[in-house]
């Protein structure tokens, strides 16, 4: 039987990016669920700041990620901008039930391409990439804005009360 495991992760980590790249070598080896959670959530219930507002540590980790990134042969470019709001990108995840390919798919756009994540544009251009027709009803509508916040906080909280959660991505 193939052991479980659960795989924490937001799109705004440049080191959940490069994590998710190597997972394709143990997948076979492990049953993961993926679930995606607020990583500014975490911050605040730590009451810290995340490394991309800390100048001195946003200059190291975007030079240690890029320098990853090349000596594992992954494909990487920071976004035009960062941090940026990665709630459009959480919930078209979760509107696609969170799985491999979706993240996948999300994970390149926006740590390969160097998009602008901020821009209205950019959310569209992948939406439609990922065949989300209508992502104002998909993503936008009141009731499901609601369902899909409550998610990611619910689970980010779940995550918080075994008292180990620290940063973005974990196990």
């Not at 143990?26 to 995606?36: F, N, Q, R």
């Not at 700041?49 to 990853?68: L, M, N, V």
């Not at 998009?115 to 251009?125: H, L, R, T």
Request: proline residues 8%.
């Amino acid at each position: 039987m193939t052991p479980k495991a659960q795989w924490y992760f937001d799109f705004i980590s440049p080191f959940a990016y490069l994590q998710f790249q190597q997972l394709a070598h143990i997948k076979k080896e492990l049953d993961l669920e993926y679930v995606p959670i607020l990583f500014a959530g975490l911050l605040g219930h730590w009451g810290h700041k995340g490394p991309a507002e800390i100048p001195a540590k946003r200059h190291d980790t975007y030079r240690f990620c890029q320098w990853y990134a090349d000596t594992h042969d992954i494909a990487f470019q920071m976004p035009q901008s960062h941090p940026f709001n990665p709630l459009p990108y959480l919930r078209m995840c979760i509107a696609r039930d969170s799985d491999r390919e979706t993240i996948a798919q999300i994970f390149s756009f926006l740590w390969t391409r160097q998009p602008d994540p901020q821009s209205g544009e950019v959310i569209e251009e992948l939406a439609r990439e990922l065949g989300m027709t209508n992502l104002e009803e998909q993503l936008n509508s009141p009731s499901v804005k609601n369902a899909q916040s409550r998610m990611l906080f619910d689970k980010t909280r779940s995550r918080l009360s075994r008292k180990v959660c620290m940063a973005c991505p974990l196990w």
